[in-house]
């Protein structure tokens, strides 16, 4: 039972290790890899959950979504401040 989910687990790697490989990398191949590898090893979930926010953070930069980038980073330690920040990305998500 161990060999087969060792087996199985190196099988996961090799297959998002390939999807990295790629000449190109968009969100979607970054969350594949990322249901791909969960929960094999936790140091791995958590860099793959900052890769994640970190890639999606550089893909509103490009298409210079800057506002909306900068809105979900609003802090939201209250329940005002979770409040306005939520109207606030509804108001900025739906303006076009």
């Known amino acids: 039972m161990v060999?087969?989910?060792v087996g199985d687990s190196y099988q996961k790697i090799l297959a998002a290790n390939k999807l990295l490989l790629e000449?190109?990398?968009t969100v979607e191949k970054i969350?594949?890899?990322k249901q791909?590898?969960?929960n094999i090893n936790p140091k791995i979930d958590k860099t793959l959950d900052l890769l994640t926010k970190s890639?999606?953070?550089l893909e509103?930069?490009?298409n210079l979504e800057i506002i909306e980038l900068t809105?979900?980073?609003?802090?939201q330690e209250t329940e005002e401040?979770?409040?306005r920040k939520k109207r606030l990305l509804l108001f900025i998500r739906t303006w076009n």
Do not use: C, D, G, Y
């Open 23 to 25: 000449e190109t990398t």
């Open 31 to 33: 969350e594949s890899v």
């Open 3 to 5: 060999e087969l989910l």
């Open 60 to 62: 509103k930069i490009h």
């Open 81 to 83: 401040q979770k409040k």
């Open 36 to 38: 791909l590898l969960k």
């Open 71 to 75: 809105a979900e980073n609003l802090p």
């Open 55 to 57: 890639f999606s953070n």
